[in-house]
């Protein structure tokens, strides 16, 4: 069973996403926040594998939130839910370690996908945001002349590249290849040089055109 804690201040979308998720079989709802102080409480005590979160929450704002629970509660993966596709809003998101970012006009069909995809380690975007993301990478690609350098990679920075892009951290990133923090954190540094990014964003976006991510 996937646990899911949904947090969300407008009673009338928390009660449609808790009636979705409710249609599962595999999901259980595990508990419900109305604010973002109550959704870290609730995540860092029922420990779920999966918060689904507005992004515009009264008292503790989603992003900030999901920054607070990345250190407080790292094995929940965190889905918010927001009205905006603005880049620099999904660059706060995705760098606050966010796995999941959804609009909320099509969350209805995408967000059962969305919890699975990311209770399973992986990332999960709106089409509209995947798109975005690749697109904005490739404008900057094409302004400021860069190669596609992906050949240049070793095996072990392609290794950390995708683990990175669905969303793992450096900790998580050291523990699965079984390497130290120190050595996952040079490999990070020398493939984003070598590809010329510069944040999680941008990496998601490259392993996304690269077909490393779905």
Do not use: C, W
């Not at 709802?29 to 959704?39: H, I, K, L, Q, T």
């Not at 209805?108 to 995947?130: H, M, Q």
């Not at 523990?175 to 020398?190: A, M, P």
């Amino acid at each position: 069973m996937i646990r899911t804690v949904v947090a969300d201040d407008h009673d009338v979308v928390r009660k449609g996403v808790l009636y979705l998720l409710s249609q599962e079989a595999d999901i259980e709802v595990a508990g419900e926040a109305s604010d973002g102080r109550e959704a870290v409480r609730l995540v860092e005590s029922l420990k779920p594998h999966v918060l689904i979160m507005d992004i515009a929450m009264p008292q503790l704002n989603g992003i900030d939130a999901a920054a607070q629970l990345a250190a407080a509660a790292p094995g929940t993966a965190i889905i918010l839910l927001s009205m905006y596709s603005e880049e620099e809003v999904m660059i706060r998101a995705l760098n606050a370690g966010v796995r999941g970012y959804l609009l909320k006009d099509s969350a209805e069909a995408d967000l059962i996908r969305a919890v699975r995809a990311v209770a399973s380690g992986k990332t999960y975007f709106s089409p509209e945001i995947s798109h975005l993301l690749v697109e904005d990478y490739m404008r900057r690609l094409q302004s400021e002349g860069m190669q596609d350098s992906y050949r240049l990679l070793t095996d072990r920075e392609r290794e950390v590249l995708q683990l990175l892009a669905e969303g793992k951290s450096n900790r998580d990133t050291a523990q699965l290849l079984n390497l130290s923090l120190h050595t996952v954190e040079t490999h990070r540094t020398n493939l984003m040089r070598k590809l010329g990014l510069h944040n999680i964003a941008e990496i998601v976006a490259y392993a996304m055109r690269k077909r490393i991510i779905s």
